[in-house]
């Protein structure tokens, strides 16, 4: 099974992905935790929430590390931030869904409103879709773009991820705000 977590920045993806695991491991499930390498905002080694709150995760460069993982028996595989991942995040999840349970949370759009990485794909393949919204910075409405406030903000982290087109602007609070589609396109 395929579970997809998205919206925009500051919707509470990572949380409801940490919610998700934290009862994995409350039922005893055998889980495995992975992050792409680039989202190192908080920490390198963990999954975190804007909130603070976390889970141990492993750190990857892309898909191929997780390919290791279709012949081990765990009950739960859990993706943050699957954006960053190459187009080979899509058929992995693809294999892995298919003897155990996976769940995926990444931007489903970047900044500029475009389908962000394999996130499409990843969509369009899930049993099991949650898109959660944030509250517009603006004017209040439930918001479901991320904004990019200013990319030459002192310590922005500018990387390009192995897959991805262009560079990816890695920022928290600093750098982006979550905006409705309005207030988003008042701000282009």
């Keep these: 099974m395929l579970e997809v977590i998205c919206g925009p920045m500051f919707s509470g993806k990572s949380e409801e992905l940490i919610r998700r695991i934290r009862r994995a491991e409350i039922a005893k499930q055998r889980v495995v935790v992975f992050k792409h390498a680039l989202d190192d905002r908080y920490c390198s080694e963990r999954v975190m929430s804007h909130l603070a709150r976390g889970v141990q995760a492993q750190p990857l460069q892309g898909s191929r590390g ?13 993706i943050d931030e699957a954006q960053f991942f190459d ?14 349970r996976v769940v995926v949370a990444g931007l489903d759009l970047d900044a500029k409103g475009e389908p962000f990485g394999p996130m499409p794909a990843l969509l369009a393949l899930a049993d099991k879709v949650v898109k959660l919204t944030a509250v ?3 004017c209040g409405e439930d918001a479901t773009r991320s904004f990019q406030t200013d990319g030459r903000v002192t310590g922005m982290i500018t990387a390009s991820a192995e897959g991805l087109a262009g560079n990816i602007q890695v920022g928290a ?14 701000g282009q």
């Design 66 to 78: 997780l390919s290791e993982w279709t012949k081990t028996d765990v009950d739960l595989i859990a």
């Design 87 to 100: 187009d080979g995040i899509v058929g992995v999840c693809r294999e892995l869904a298919a003897k155990t």
């Design 136 to 138: 517009c910075v603006q």
């Design 173 to 186: 609070a600093e750098a982006y705000e979550a905006r409705c589609s309005r207030c988003w396109r008042s």
